[in-house]
C-alpha cells in the first residue's frame, strides 16, 4: 500500500480551507481527514465539495452508539462517497458489524463501498487513564490489541493506532489490516499536545500503513513543501 499522507484539516470553516489550499497546485489530488469540527461547522456539503475539488476523504466521525443507530448513520455517510470513516472499536463487534452493514447498504450502486477502520484505545489515553475510568485492567497494549482483533472478527478493514502498537497489531491481523496513524512529526518540527510522537519513516518502518498529519503542514510556513518533504519521508523505503 502506497497511499498519500492524509492531511487532518483541522480548521473551523471553509474559508479557512479555502485560504489554506492556496498554498497547493490547483491539480494536485489531496488526501484529506474531515474531522467533527469543520463537519459539524459545514455539514455533509463539505464533503462534496472536497470531492469535485479531486480529493479523497477520510470521514473521522468515530462512531460509537447502538448498532442499529450506527448502520442507520453509516448508510448515510456511505451516500457521501467518502473513502474512509471509521467507529469506536469500544462499541463491540455487533456495532462494528452494524456499521459496515449499513455502509453497504448505502453506497450507491456502482460506486465503491468505503473502507471501515476501528478507533482502539484513543492515543491521548493513558494506561494509568484506561485503568481508572474504563476499568479496563489489562495493559494499554493488550488493550489495543484486543480492540484490532475484534474489528478484525467484525470484517472491518483496520484500526486506528499509535505508531507504536502498528507492528503487534500487524503480527495478530494480516498484513493488508490498515494500520492507521497519527502523531506524526518530521525529525526537529514541534511535538504539540501528542505525547507519543514518531517520525513518518520511522512510522512505516514500525509497521503503519497509512498516516494522518495535522499541524505539521496545516501549520507550516509552507505548507506545499512541508507535505512533499513528509510524503518523500513516508514513501522513503
Ligand atoms: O496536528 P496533528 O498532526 O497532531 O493532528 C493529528 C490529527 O489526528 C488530529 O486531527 C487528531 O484529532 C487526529 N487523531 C489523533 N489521535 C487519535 C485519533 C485522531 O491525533 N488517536
Known sequence: MNQRPIIALDFPNKQEIEA???????????????????????????VAWLKDQGHDVFLDLKLHDIPNTVERGMARLAGLGV???????????????????????GTPTGARVPDLIAVTQLTS????????????LTSLQDSVLHYAKCAQTAGLQGVV??????????????????????????????IGDQKRVM???????????????????????????????IKEAWEEQ
Open 20 to 46: 489554506f489550499f492556496t498554498h497547493f497546485p490547483q491539480h494536485e489530488s489531496l488526501f484529506v481527514k474531515v474531522g467533527m469540527e469543520i463537519f459539524y461547522q459545514e455539514g455533509p456539503a463539505i
Open 161 to 190: 493506532c499509535s505508531a507504536h502498537e502498528a507492528k503487534k497489531i500487524k503480527e495478530h491481523t494480516s498484513e493488508n489490516f490498515i494500520r492507521l496513524t497519527p502523531g506524526i512529526r518530521p525529525a526537529g518540527s514541534a
Open 83 to 105: 473513502s474512509l470513516t471509521n467507529v469506536h472499536a469500544a462499541g463491540g463487534i455487533d456495532m462494528m458489524e452494524a456499521g459496515l452493514a449499513g455502509l453497504h447498504k
Open 125 to 136: 489515553t493513558s494506561e494509568a487513564q484506561m485503568h481508572r475510568d474504563q476499568q479496563i
Open 199 to 229: 517520525t513518518p519513516q520511522n512510522a512505516r518502518k514500525a509497521g503503519a500503513t497509512m498516516i494522518v498529519v495535522g499541524r505539521p503542514i496545516t501549520q507550516a510556513a509552507s505548507p506545499y513543501e512541508s507535505y512533499l518533504a
